[in-house]
């Protein structure tokens, strides 16, 4: 059976936690997942403590280094966030997964350090039955065009605005 792309989008809070939810699905249906983290910070998340209960069914990497707003130097930011695209490259085309998630990688594109038409290349060049699941904002008509299936997560209302912090649990 031929594998999808689900790519979860859209400025709403609950693009990974969707990705979360396919990797938690699929491992328990017997499928083996690799979940590759991009663009975040330097604390521990509560998704990283938890899939390290799960590493028998579950590799779960938390790649690049950190928010591309924090970067003081964006060539070594740049030249990081390449080597992460590669190590997914690899992780993909290895043929070991059945489920390659690839949480905020549009910010790879959106931000320019990986070009559109290789991460669509990608994804076409990918396995046959694996499934693929992208997220992170502004999803690019590429990237909305190479996918199966597209949600985009709208906020109506978020914490945030009234200056309440991430708390623990909710937003990591």
């Known amino acids: 059976m031929k594998g999808l792309v689900l790519l979860f989008t859209g400025n709403g809070k609950g693009k990974t936690t969707a990705a979360l939810g396919q990797a938690l699905r699929a491992a328990g249906?017997?499928?083996?997942?690799c979940f590759i983290q991009f663009i975040k910070g330097s604390w521990q998340?509560?998704?990283?403590?938890?899939?390290?209960?799960?590493?028998?069914?579950i590799d779960f990497f938390v790649k690049g280094s950190g928010f591309t707003w924090q970067a003081e130097d964006r060539d070594e930011l740049?030249?990081?966030?390449?080597?992460a695209f590669h190590f997914a490259e690899d992780k993909i085309s290895s043929g070991e997964?059945?489920?390659?998630?690839?949480?905020?990688?549009?910010?790879?594109?959106?931000?320019?350090?990986?070009e559109e038409d290789e991460?669509?290349?990608?994804?076409?060049?990918?396995?046959?039955?694996?499934?693929?699941?992208?997220?992170?904002?502004?999803?690019s008509?590429?990237?909305?065009?190479?996918?199966?299936?597209?949600?985009?997560?709208?906020?109506?209302?978020?914490?945030?605005?009234?200056?309440v912090k991430a708390r623990k649990g909710i937003e990591f």
């Open 78 to 83: 740049i030249r990081e966030t390449r080597k």
């Open 45 to 57: 998340t509560g998704e990283q403590k938890i899939m390290a209960l799960l590493k028998d069914r």
């Open 141 to 163: 008509d590429g990237l909305i065009a190479a996918a199966d299936l597209v949600t985009e997560m709208r906020e109506i209302k978020h914490p945030f605005s009234r200056g």
């Open 97 to 114: 997964y059945d489920m390659v998630i690839l949480d905020e990688l549009t910010y790879l594109v959106k931000y320019g350090m990986v």
């Open 29 to 33: 249906q017997g499928l083996k997942v």
């Open 119 to 139: 991460v669509v290349e990608m994804i076409r060049s990918r396995p046959e039955t694996q499934h693929l699941v992208i997220t992170g904002r502004d999803a």
